[in-house]
């Protein structure tokens, strides 16, 4: 039996698995339609009954790999445990089955989760002002560019034009500074991988907006000149804003106002558990200091005598990113997790998650190049130095990890490491999870040397090996047609 | 500690291999002034059953829907079957990321695959992504592609039936672009006037169907006047309504969007929900979010990556078509098994159901005195409005006592329609005594005194 075949080639004529119950009133009267209004060619999806549809789905869902199976490495992504509870919670009708166009006084309950929530990353962040709206960490960064944006524009500083952003950021900062209209430039990295003071204070100015910096940065370390690069930033009249990707190493032990950080986001799907769903969905909140809270997006949780509301027309705010108050039930499972830490937690999360990373980081720091092998924070960065001169490659490495039964860490990001291999284990696995981790990348760096074909093959234990994806390009198939069935 | 696996014994062990004594040793590149030496401001950990009885009193302060609603207003709460929730509850599918492995991930591309194929033919588009955040961001982001696709123009004509929280983001976004937004005002028939709006300065049109208010659009008209002055049409669909009404790229648009939700995701006070997007094939190196393509491996096996990611933030940095990154995927997912159970007669079935509903409700709701549709004439799906003889709010306030849940007070977001417009919607989840209990209770308010 074929149990690779898509949900079209499985389709039968007649086939269904909702149905409705009878009609209670009149049949739809399509004459009252307006003229030529009407869909005259159906839509061609699959036709599948209900076993058959379980059947396809669970077969897709075996060809994952996910945390819930394997370890699952990969940097700057923080694919720590979900707990499951959290999942369960947010199906309750109290939560999934209530409109954000209902009168606040019918759901106290969940704006009290979102003001919860909210003072507890102000707590955490040391930034007082916080929205849950943005749906993912991009969205936050922009809500935080438009921010200040609006900052600069209503004290008359609309000459304030340039974000700076580190080589080693992730895509999404340049990205997001272009939509908040300014110019991104690019400030290098220091041969110590932190930003270079020299270059940073030749591009600061009368043009500056904003510095974006990532921080742990994305090679897995703490910006120690943080606080001096922050007074640099202010001295010339930008603001800071801190990606906060990668706040699960500091959460509890240091904050980020403390820094000198004036708007940050936080992905609540990497720091605070909620799961990443094979892409999303996410939430980027942003917190931001006192003078910034006006510009927040709406709408915002106000708390009144009468109880909790959502304030959707505070005048000078940047405005909506998206519909309706944010991704709750995202913001849910992130309260919950919360509350299960609790301030002791908080901390104690950090502690692992670097305390992981570093064990990782010695073990393995004699078969791999480690191009700064100091203390890391929650991640660490190698490449493949050793290995290049039998031929292999970052990726070789990461599809010779499928074949052991884990997830590849990061590769070829950040990209000022060539051929980057980003590690990040998070707190929530355990000792003897990572000694297995250890040994089998101690064996791929030996069998790099013995037997460099078996790591160019794979993987060979997956449905499918490595594919063409040149071919996905040039000949692009983006969707099933008739002419395969 | 909740979630950490490791002993005390684990962590002694591991804190001499990397050649320190304690924890904080870890954190020597923190400065010591930076470091925060006290205790968060944040209460105590909870048991998974302590915070389960905390959870179950704060649920219980929300009031749902079930018992009767008739709020929709861009959120409609469709019958979502079973396998939607067992199937997208799979671990495999939760506890995965982006599917940047693909070997490790052919589970979410190939549900990718077929979703956009599944998206593409109910917008009746050539092709789809794999999903926006929601259908306000995904119309936001097809204008902002089409000001891409046309040069030296730099306005975007958009219907004011659109809804709100569409119009708002897209003023969001646009804020510093350059792009000036026209609006397009609502006739006296509810639908939207285009006449002598778009011109050759015309980067794109949007306009929405059916448009907040419930009006059917003459959404063909809109294509061909975008298309008779060069600017690219952009057409936002509620996704049920298109097992009964045109599709967008059968009225001839270039870029069709809509929001997800009311495929098989819960209303969950607003999201997370998901977008639709689709454009045709030779648009797709301008397209915003990920995009799943079928290729084959070393042995000519069929298999699914993401592909055109020259397009995307992650490679193309400050140049990408968007900034998107993390998306809905799992919700979009939902979206995916949803279409599949259904299959195009379902839909077709839950949309005849939900349009027979509002029906029934309209017939009786016209007759009472006092109350009347706001536009008659024009055609609805499954969503009208209404006016009423007393305030909108305070009609609601009655609808509330009866046990049910009213609609949604225009005036919050169309303050020129005045203060009796009460926008209701309907489902197949509405029984036939709900619909009555409502029209009883407007009855009541028909034949009560009117308050001085």
Known sequence: ???????????????????????????????????????????????????????????LSKKNVSIADSFYPLGSCTMKYNPVTNEHIVTWPGFADIHPEMDAGRVQGA?????????????????????????AGAQGELAALLVAHKHFHKTGQDGRTKVLIPDSAHGTNPASAMIAG?????????????????????????????LMITNPSTLGLFETNIARISELVHGAGGLVYMDGANLNAIMGVARPADFGVDMMHIN????????????????????????????????RVVEEEDGLSLDYDSPDSIGMLRGWPGNFGVLARAYAYLRRLGAEGVKRVAENAVLNANYIRVKLNDAYHVPYDRMCMHEFVCNNKKQKEFGIHALDVAKRLIDLGYHPMTIYFPLVVSEAMMIEPTETESKHTLDAFIEDMLLIAEEAKTDPDKLHAAPVTRSIGRLDEGRAVRDPQLRWTCRKG | MPFIQNSDDDRAEMLAAIGVTTVDELFEQIPEELRYRSRLPIDDGLSEDELRAELAELASWNTTMDSGSFLGAGLYRHFIPTVVDSLQQRHEFVTAYTPYQPEASQGTLTAFFEFQTMVAELLGMEIANASMYDGCSAATEAVIMAANMVRNRNTVVVSRGAHPYTRRTLETYLKWTGIEIVEAPLDEKGRTNFDGLVDDKTCAVLVQNPNTLGVIEDIEAVATEAKANGAVSVCSAYPMSLGVLKSPGEAGFDIAVGDGQCLGTPIAYGGP???????????????PGRIVGETVDGEGRRGFALTFQTREQHIRRAKATSNICTNNALIALRGAIYMAA????????????????????????????????????????NEFLVRCPRPAKEVNKAIDRAGLLGGLDIARWYPELGEDGLLLAFTEMNTRAQIDRLISTLSHIAAAQPVA
């Open chain 1, 268 to 299: 609540l799907h990497k720091t605070f558990s909620t799961p990443h769903g094979g892409g999303g969905p996410g939430a980027g909140p942003i917190c931001v200091t006192d003078e910034l809270t006006t510009y927040l997006p709406s709408p």
């Open chain 2, 342 to 381: 259904a299959g195009a007669d379902g839909i077709k079935e839950v949309a005849m159901h939900s349009m027979a509903k509002a029906q029934y409700a309209a017939k009786a709701i016209a007759e009472l005195p006092g109350f009347e549709l706001a536009y008659p004439e024009s055609g609805f799906f």
């Open chain 1, 182 to 210: 300014f110019e991104a430039v690019e400030i290098k990295s220091g041969s110590d991988g932190l930003v270079d003071l020299a270059d940073l204070e030749s591009k600061l100015g009368d043009d500056t907006a904003v």
């Open chain 1, 111 to 135: 704006l009290r989760i979102m003001k919860t929530l909210s003072d507890g990353l102000a707590a955490i962040t040391g930034l007082p002002g916080v929205t849950l709206h943005p749906a």
């Open chain 2, 273 to 287: 929900g998901w977008g639709l997007f689709a454009c045709a094939q030779k648009d797709v190196r301008r397209m």
């Open chain 1, 1 to 59: 039996m074929n149990k690779d075949l898509l949900l079209y080639e499985k389709s039968r004529p007649g086939h269904r698995t909702l149905r409705l119950g009878k009609l209670d009133v009149p049949e739809a009267d399509l004459s009252l339609l307006p003229e030529g209004s009407q869909r005259v060619t159906p839509p061609t999806l699959p036709e599948i009954g209900e076993l058959d549809l379980i059947r396809h789905y669970v077969l």
